[in-house]
């Protein structure tokens, strides 16, 4: 395949990463990922919830992330027992703390995810504990977004 025809056929918004991290050199900016804020989350579900927390992710909650400045990164299950039944583990990407912070209350106040979280819950809550942990790239670390 010619490289065109490659680029051509490549959604826009997977070269945005790139076209920032391209831009911030040319003006002679730090790395903007060596700056980016990292918040590793983890839910543990109440026993046989986790196809309830997945299905709500993937249809309504990742795209409201999106909506506040949460940017969502990588979702994994677990492969072992006890946690593969019950653990979603992801990463989300944020500007500062600050901005982590005024765009997480924003989620938590949007009357769409309220109405999500209602309806998802009619048959119990889904969540029983959520560990969250802020992180920076470390100077050794090898990746890009």
């Not at 989350?41 to 990742?62: A, Q, S």
């Not at 912070?101 to 924003?106: E, M």
Request: proline share 6%; with cysteine; hydrophobic share 40%.
């Amino acid at each position: 395949m010619k490289r065109r025809t490659l680029l051509k056929t490549l959604p826009a918004a997977s070269l945005l990463p790139a076209t920032a991290w391209a831009t911030a050199h040319s003006k002679g900016l730090a790395d903007p990922i060596a700056e980016t804020i990292f918040e590793l989350r983890v839910y543990h579900c109440y026993e046989g919830k986790l196809p309830d927390l997945l299905k709500r992710f993937r249809e309504h909650t990742t795209k409201l992330f999106e909506k506040h400045g949460l940017k969502n990164i990588a979702y994994w299950t677990p492969t072992d027992d006890p946690a593969k039944s019950n653990t979603l583990i992801y990463i989300l990407a944020h500007p500062s703390r600050e901005a982590a912070a005024t765009n997480w209350k924003a989620f938590h106040a949007d009357p769409e995810w309220i109405s999500v979280r209602d309806k998802s819950e009619a048959n119990g809550k889904i969540v029983e504990k959520v560990d969250s942990t802020y992180m920076v790239k470390t100077d050794f670390s090898n990746f890009v977004l």
